[in-house]
């Protein structure tokens, strides 16, 4: 499939443009651009946005400065995730909030829900998604790609931070954000600007020979650097501290959905947890495999596959807690066949930092 045929009208995301070999390695070593105009967008406003926001959300957005994003979670009130989410705080009336696609009139309906029935009425709530297209511009050349297109100083923007600018004559809100391990932006933009500017960005990094990427490259950079999957190492199921997310847990800001019984789990001890693991034996570890741990079934695969950048095996599975350390032998299900594997640490993969 090829670049000029993205419909940013339909919001599908291909799983690859040239294969998702040559997409994966062009994001870790030069640069590349995804449509992820399927997310979704969430706007709060109002005196007590703050107020709702920190209400619905496991990590304190009263730490942000404007301009800044923060990595959070939506929770229902026994403790599982309803979704991962990022807050963006606009002003102080003002928070943005990008969420997962197939999640975002659920996640609507769950705050709208929770303002009504436990938080503040003063604060307005849009689903915005329709308003909004977004492009991911992802890997070590991505500033010097994307710095031709905008007068916005881009190095200037910290991990984490975003301005409101322009992008090739376009409005457009540039976060240093992304879901790749590696160094990059994430732009939202009008949709009726997303098919011109995906065009530009193409050509602004033609010399660094930037490629079009599409669902099957995201995964596996997103597994490689560790990062949870909705539907896979999260769901309504899983609690934050099951699933390693401890730290976006903040119970030292007050009251928030799910608070009380994450209180009383962590009180009583955390039964299981999430842990990497690279397959030492001959075989691939697939989503929902069963894993052994002394020649009994102990966990399961939350998501698995090959590994382009390290030449491994690699996957997440959960495990019982006593049993979660790293560098445990453990066995998983290929087809029927117990194949070797040991835990690991995550990230499996941590880009090189300049010096």
Known sequence: MGAKMVDFGGWDMPVQYSGVLEEHHAVRQSVGLFDVSHMGEIEIRGPEALKLVNWVTTNDASKLEAGQAQYSALLYRPGGFVDDILVHKISADHFFL?????????????????ALLDGPSDAE???????????AVQGPRALETLQKLTPVELASIRYYHFVDGAVAGAAARIARTGYTGEDGFEIYIAPSEAVRLWEEILAAGAEFGIKPCGLGARNTLRLEAGMALYGHEIDASITPWEAGLGWIMKPGKG?????????????????????????????????GYEVYVDGAPAGWVTSGGPSPTLNKNIGFCYLPSALAQTGRAIHIM????????????TPFYSRRKPT
Request: glycine fraction near 8%; hydrophobic fraction near 40%; include cysteine.
């Open 98 to 114: 990008c969420v997962n696609a197939s999640n975002q009139d659920d996640d609507y309906r769950h705050i709208a829900a929770s």
């Open 255 to 287: 009251d928030f959905l799910g608070r009380e019984a994450l209180i009383k789990q962590k009180d009583r001890g955390i039964a299981r947890q999430l842990m990497g693991f690279e397959m030492t034996g001959r075989g691939v570890a697939r989503d």
């Open 125 to 135: 709530l849009q689903n915005a998604g329709d308003r909004y297209a977004q492009l």
């Open 334 to 345: 290929v087809r029927d066949v117990p194949i070797p594997a040991i835990t690991v640490p």
